[in-house]
């Protein structure tokens, strides 16, 4: 659970409204809503009588209360004690990346920036987290830029008045096979079931890979046998020949073919676009506002 719900949490016990509690937070009410239904999750009980106005602490939200504020000042004092001693180098940047970002677009973007930043030492993040964990680390300094996919029929909600953002490359999303595994996607095989590797959950890869699906005329013919969080486990499924999936170019360290994939129904492609956000209410580091300029230089298509 990210340490910044439990704040969260606190403004809304504190505040007995989630409008209130947002202001005061300085988020939208429907992000502060998610995160609050996230701790009780993770509770296990629910904490906010939502029926009551003002909203009132349930009888485990009492005892919970207790606990968290205890948490609270305990890891913002030590937190502050560590800060001391670890302050970052100047040149040091901090970039959280979702995991396929990370294997090959980072590497490349890092290069690129240290052109005119040859000192800058880059620090990835990429470890598995939701969205609100992704901006919660923004709001709270310790990350300094989050670097994403968007997507038009799956763009999250992300407050602008909190967070800037700017778009620094496309990305295609296509549907692969093995080269030596044929699939057959004409009318006269529309009984035929295509075994299909598939990003599991609920994630953004697998929100828009519905999207794709939902615009193809094969899709009931779909027949998952393998599933994935990771898009670097259904590429390697997808090489074993184990099924079509939709994978994004980032994937691949060359070429599809030298991975011994090949496109298949090129009609189902995607556009995915690689943004960058980063906190308007934390201090902005010279470093972080340098390579901020870059970023939006490398706009694609003149925006």
Same mark, same amino acid.
């Given at each position: 659970?990210?340490?910044?719900? #439990? ?5 809304? !016990?504190?505040? @007995? ?26 509770? @296990? ?20 209360? !207790? ?28 970039? !959280? ?16 920036? *240290?052109?005119?930043?040859?000192? #800058? ?7 598995? *987290?939701?969205?609100?964990?992704? #901006? ?28 800037? *953002? ?31 590797? !598939? ?30 969080? #990771? ?48 906190? *308007? ?20 298509? @003149?925006?």
């Amino acid at each position: 659970m990210d340490f910044n719900w #439990l704040e969260d949490f606190l403004a809304v !016990a504190e505040k @007995g409204h989630f409008a209130h509690a947002a202001e005061d937070r300085n988020t939208t009410q429907s992000a502060l809503s998610r995160r609050i239904k996230a701790v009780e999750h993770w509770a @296990g009980a629910e904490l906010l009588d939502r029926s009551s106005h003002p909203i009132v602490p349930t009888e485990a939200g009492i005892e919970f209360i !207790a606990a968290a504020k205890e948490i609270v000042a305990r890891t913002l004092e030590i937190r502050g004690a560590i800060g001391e001693l670890t302050r970052r180098g100047e040149q040091d940047l901090t970039i !959280a990346s979702l995991h396929t970002l990370a294997l090959y677009f980072m590497p490349e973007l890092t290069e690129l920036l *240290r052109r005119s930043e040859p000192k #800058l030492a880059v620090n990835v993040v990429a470890e598995t *987290r939701t969205l609100d964990e992704y #901006l919660s680390a923004l709001s709270g300094g310790v990350s300094d830029i989050f670097v994403c996919y968007d997507h038009p029929a799956v763009s999250p909600e992300i407050d602008a008045s909190e967070f800037e *953002r700017v778009d620094i490359a496309e990305h295609g999303l296509a549907l692969y096979s093995a080269i030596d595994k044929a699939v057959e996607f004409g009318d006269e095989n529309r009984q035929n079931s295509i075994p299909y590797v !598939a990003f599991s959950g609920t994630s953004f890869m697998s929100r828009v890979v519905e999207h794709s699906v939902s615009k193809t005329s094969f899709g009931e013919r779909l027949q998952p046998v393998y599933r994935a969080s #990771l898009a670097e486990s259904l590429f390697a499924a997808c090489q074993r020949g184990l099924g079509v999936a939709w994978l994004p170019d980032a994937i691949f360290p060359s070429s599809a073919k030298k991975a011994g994939l090949q496109v298949i129904f090129p009609e189902a492609a995607q556009s995915l676009r690689v943004c960058a956000y980063r906190s *308007r209410n934390v201090p902005v580091r010279p470093l972080v506002d340098r390579i901020w300029r870059q970023l939006v230089a490398m706009q694609p298509n @003149g925006k």
